[in-house]
């Protein structure tokens, strides 16, 4: 029924099987906006956290999809800066992405502030030095940039590229991309690096405090470099997902390959920087303010097992098998290695802020703990099915990936009686 | 501790630890002198708003050498490198230079709570509800300090509505309005055993200049370079090595301030 | 954010961190006003279809794109890197040089290719159209036997009125088969003079742009052959059953209605790929 709004060519399920698909997560985000709801109107002490644990689950869930996201400024760099050009079997599908990660990171920061409608001060009022400032002044341009990027996309639909405004706008869009895209380089290195530099310049929790260069700590480029090595893998993560979903070659194997192998190398260098930053942290940077490392690790459940499985069992073992040729090319093994990845980063993630928080630094407070209520995980929940409403849309009347039409027939059925 | 780190006009609390019952009149006075709203039902002592906040501590040892003490903590009003006025997004906090007051604008604060987790002192406090009076109850409040909304952080501004009253009524008599007017804030009015002391290092009367130069004062976290205001007596080894964190004590050449 | 607003601070960092959000703002800003003011500048100027075909050909599959050099065996898989005008194209002259020297000039060209009526007075377009030059300097266009058996026996055709405008590689005509709808590539520049009735071969009489009209971009017989084999494998290609052998032959001819070769498959897709319109 809606043949003529998918792309020419593509053959997409029927709109049956697709509505109820898209039924099942609007019916997710209902439930999840209704958790949302709830925390706008009743308040945050709808949510878990307290005066201790002052960022819970959201925090550490949007520092990760916002690093997951850093797949469409690395794609873009790859692709408009390197002009390495097979990568535009990606780039369209890593927009897309970007853009639902960062705008459910807004959304989810609009909620987790206790007064959303003041979030305009941090642009009336701002505090140059402060990181957050820094953040909220990038993620904003960043979020503008995508969407930018995304209405060529959107434009090129089948039906809404016959309206002669459109064809003309999305083409003259086009060629201002790659400038576009050196912009969203240089916002993502901002944000990436202040998300890292929010807690690194803590110095008042030593558990997170790091030295570093200027006014920027380690952690701000230890962000960075993680963000740029985790980006590739999750748009390769995401096709090979969305592959197998919609049971179709969207793209030539090489290019994941290739994602994997540059995630590889760059997740191998980001291994190498941890490891002297946690290095410097655990001989100078603590100690110096009285703060022994070994005490932040003999909490129950919270033992060095976590430095270790961040360091070497998430970040050293999925390096390594991304840049083993016939790992990479194995596409089990492939895959396996970037959800290994994906996991050293949100485990990074969750140390930055969850476990920073968890330990006291006054001498008298104890360790705590805090377990999400379900309104929090409703509102991400909310995200993550609007992120998929968003992509199933844009996968089905847009061309997310343009080597599809090379790699799929048309035949339709397999077994067919030849009229002669 | 070098006293030429505050000027001689800004405010400087000195608490004596040894002196300290635990009794919490001080927790009380500051919540009705700022118009602290009764706890929601739900709230717990990790979602209360408690400016000024005693804790029990402990030295560790059982049997004989067992042994227990009472620190109230208010903000410290960190003098240097202030951590949550270098982090808050739109400054909404400020440090007065005149008083060395560290103060928070309720009405331009949106509630990210960055400068909670900057906090080392644990010292700041959320809204997590909507401050609620019970009918009549909103005769106790204080007109002279704006209550919050839901949302918002707050701290303790060492009574900085008392501060400007104390001004107000210095200009009213015909005094010069120097910035360092005495005054005292309501937890050390309320003090049955006067163990906290508040004033300028100019203002000899207070004695707190004297008091933070003796040889029992000390400091939480020195090491973490906040130089706070808030200063604290006792003769116990203990507490001053636990709130120092230093491993060994250092010796009486040393002194602290 | 301002120096008007109360508390703004004039200290360095304050004042590169508002510079460089200003410079991204205006960058921004900027680009997107310009591609604005372009995209007027192109609907006032008309440069709608020849937009519509350059993005158009850049969404095509590879094989679509080939070279005609490619197809007739000059030039080894090399793809068309100027939406088939031949005419600017640098590597044209050569790439003719060199065929014309390398070609058996006394070769015994058979213009039937595989059945398929090809005639040697008509030159041939890459969308399915044939050109054939009059005596008195019109044009005439039509649809090749290729695009007839594609489209079936009874495809609905709405051609332009007399006095339309055709862009080389603007939409000539539209074509209406079953629930698709395909637009035909214009093979040349020029203006409807007359349209064809139901009994003549041809659709559109056209006076061209210029005279002679440019036909670089044409296929003559010779390279036609080869084209429309290579045609017939891209559409083999396209619907490929694997484990299904057969073919769109007929012993030796070819059916009249492909589309009926194969029932299910995505026929509307296919004539996309086949006509260069998806």
Redesign the interface.
Known sequence: MDSKLIPRGLERTTLRNFSLWMLFWVILLGFGLYGAYLCLVEGLNQTNMDNRFVFGLWIFLDLTVIAFGAGAFFTGLLLYVLKRHEFSAVINSAVVIGLICYSGAVAVLAIDVGQPLRAWFTFWHPNAHSMLTEVTFCITCYLVVLAIEYTPILLKNRKLKEIPTFLVFQHELHKVLPILAAIGIFLSFFHQGSLGGLYGVLKGRPFAFREGFGIWPSTFFLFVISAAAIGPSFVMLTTVLVSKISRKKLVKPEILHSLGRISGWILMAYVLFKSIDTLVWINRTSPSLLFSPYEYYNQESFGTWILFAEIVLLGLVPALMLLTKKLREHQGWLVTAGILACGGIALNRFVMTIQTLALPTLPFDAFLSYVPSWQEVATFLAVVAYGVLLYSVSFRYLTLFPQERDLNSLARERHVSVRL | MNSSEHLTSQYVMVIDVDRCTGCGACMIACAIENNVSPAHPDATDRTGVTWMRVVKVDSGKNGNGQQARFLPLPCQQCAAQTPCVTVCPQNAVEVDESTGIVFQMPQRCFGCRYCMAACPYHARYFNWWDPEWPEGMEQTLNPDVAPRMRGVVEKCNFCHGRYHAARAAAAEEGHPTSDNVRYEPACAQACPTQAITFGTLADEESGVGELIRSATAFRILPKLGTEPRVYYLSELKWIRQLAEREKELPTGEEVHG | ?FPF?Y?F?W?T??L???GT?FS??A??AL??T???L??LK??RGR??EA??W??MFE?L???ARACRFSISGSARGRVCHNSFECGGCQMFPHLRAWEQHHRDQHEEVDIRSLGFNLHDDRLYHRGHTWVRQEEDGTCLIGLDDFAKRLLGPTPSIHLPPVGSTLELHGVAFTVQSG?STVRVISPMEGEVIEIGSSEQDWLMRVRPAEEPADTKHLLDGRDARRWIEFEMERLH?????P??G?TLA??GTPVEDFS???????W???L??MML??
């Open positions: 954010m607003v508390d601070r200290d960092t304050s590169v961190f508002l959000f991204v703002v960058v921004v680009m997107v310009a591609a604005s372009r995209s192109n609907l440069k709608i937009i519509r350059h993005d969404d599959p590879a094989p629930i290609q396209l619907i490929e059953n484990g299904v057969a007929d012993g009926e070769m194969r029932p299910g498959t995505d509307d897709g296919v996309g790929m319109d998806v």
